[in-house]
């Protein structure tokens, strides 16, 4: 049985629900998670907040995953570089695999991850969905 | 009086059709068509259910309303399918919109009618200024028996609505009341999966005398005659009911048609009415006057007078439109259809 402590994923809502992430106060480059020091060499960081639109770099087709998204698959995995600048790894729903592109926009949307079986929380977090 | 500064709708993806319905139960689909009024359904994906509809369509309300989010001084969710028994809802979308701590917030529940009540609350708390902003979202992934006449109509969608003063709405809240009494036509107790419904009792004495009761409160309160309105929006339980109550009034195909959403989609229970609304901001003018009774089993009606304003173009593009969520979609055969439902309550 899959199990996992309700706080700890409570304490990363910030960035399951919202999309928050760092942008360099020198260079402006940003990035989804937090980082001591930028490319450049600065090491103070502002948080912003992602507009959840970006393009797909790449992507595939998950036939068996963890047991918790077992009821999901298959489903498919991308990374996707927001507008804003910054990479993430993030599950898609809401598409067939057969239908994906490289370079294909996608928006986010808040969807539920899993859950902790029959009587534990609810997980939810930001999945992508191709744009229409 | 309050109005409306914003609002948004969200239909999942999918859909199933009366025929593929039919052909599973051994009914006759043209029978079920003609009979309620209804061809396909929308239907949640996998991972959609009250949580998620609620924050989709409430991103959207934000992008029409120029506000900022932190001054949203109250949270309601109306709903017959909230995720949790006990936990709520309100709290999980209001931190994925990222309003802060400083909100009421509170769970809503009367069948079909827990949505709009929400407007009427959030209306008072505006209008006695104890908070600036509040949120109303009626949103429902509707259960239905398999084999049940309801698995025909039982939907998923919902719609947001910020509420705030009147000088920045978008839509001025005119009038409100209800009309409310204890009819048992349809409950689901604790603990079941499904509802139940007393049959041909949910007609004439429960939708009709209350949504009736309810127009015809509101109408004899504002002075107002149906002639007045340019929209007409009555709860869609199915494609039939509201027209029966439109004939009675002498509204006209015009004023009903356009928030008719259920012929494309269904019954989204705490959503229908909302979506339907929903569905005439998106085309209405400045200077339309808008007339929406919501209906909920057990049972009673919130009837609302809006009338739209200037900013009313502006806002009707800066987010996607009920309209363009309904032509999005995905048919599912049985199968698949029944794997959707099974993963979501
Ligand atoms: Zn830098």
Excluded at chain 1, 50 to 77: L, R
Excluded at chain 2, 10 to 25: C, F, L, M, S
Excluded at chain 2, 53 to 68: E, G, M
Excluded at chain 2, 232 to 248: D, E, Q, S
């Amino acid at each position: 049985m899959f199990r996992e402590s309700s706080i700890i994923r409570w304490r990363n809502y910030n960035d399951r629900y919202k999309l928050i992430g760092y942008k360099c106060d020198q260079c402006g480059k940003t990035y989804f998670e937090k980082k001591g020091l930028c490319t450049c060499g600065s090491l103070t960081f502002d948080e912003i907040e992602f507009s959840g639109k970006g393009k797909i770099v790449t992507y595939t087709k998950v036939h068996s995953g963890a047991e918790a998204f077992q009821e999901q698959a298959p489903f498919c995995v991308a990374i996707i570089d927001l507008d804003e600048g910054a990479r993430i790894t993030a599950q898609l729903t809401d598409c067939d695999y057969e239908d994906l592109k490289i370079g294909m926009e996608v928006e986010a949307v808040l969807r539920k991850f899993y859950k902790s079986g029959e009587k534990g929380v609810i997980h939810y977090g930001t999945k992508f969905t191709p744009k229409f | 009086m309050a109005g409306i500064i914003g609002w948004g709708a969200y239909i999942p993806k999918y859909r199933i059709t009366a025929e593929t319905i039919a052909k599973v139960n051994n009914d006759s689909a043209p029978a079920i068509k003609s009979g309620l009024g209804l061809t396909e359904k929308s239907v949640p994906g996998k991972d959609e259910d009250t949580v998620t509809i609620s924050t989709n369509a409430a991103r959207n309300a934000l992008l029409r309303a120029d506000i900022n989010r932190k001054e949203i001084g109250a949270v309601y969710i109306g709903s017959e399918s909230h995720p949790y028994a006990v936990k709520p809802s309100s709290s999980i979308v209001a931190e994925a919109l990222d309003i802060g701590n400083q909100y009421m917030a509170v769970d809503t529940e009367f069948a079909c009618k827990a949505g709009s009540a929400t407007i009427q609350i959030n209306a008072g708390l505006v209008d006695s200024k104890m908070i600036n902003y509040g949120l109303s979202i009626g949103s429902d992934t509707s259960q239905a028996e398999p084999g049940n006449a309801l698995e025909y109509s039982a939907a998923a969608g919902g719609a947001a609505f910020i509420i705030g003063k009147n000088e920045e709405a978008i839509a001025t809240l005119d009038y409100t009341c209800s009309f409310t009494s204890d009819t048992p036509d349809f409950w689901r107790r604790a603990m079941q999966p499904y509802p139940s419904h007393a049959g041909r009792f949910t007609g004439e004495p429960a939708y009709m005398k209350h949504v009736i009761g309810a127009t015809e409160l509101i109408l004899e309160k504002s002075k107002m005659k149906i002639s007045d309105f340019k929209y007409v929006v009555f709860h869609m339980p199915n494609g039939k009911f509201p027209l029966i109550v439109a004939k009675k009034f002498g509204v006209t195909n015009e004023q009903i048609e356009p928030g008719l959403i259920v012929k494309k989609i269904g019954n989204t229970y705490s959503g229908s009415s909302l979506l339907g609304l929903s569905c005439v901001l998106d085309i209405a003018k400045p200077g339309d006057k808008i007339l929406m009774t919501s209906y909920g089993s057990g049972s009673g009606s919130d009837s609302f007078i809006f009338t739209c304003t200037k900013k009313i173009a502006d806002a009707q593009k800066k987010a996607r439109t009920t309209d363009d969520y309904v032509n999005r979609k995905k048919y599912l055969e049985y199968p698949e259809y029944a794997k959707h439902m099974a993963t979501i309550h």
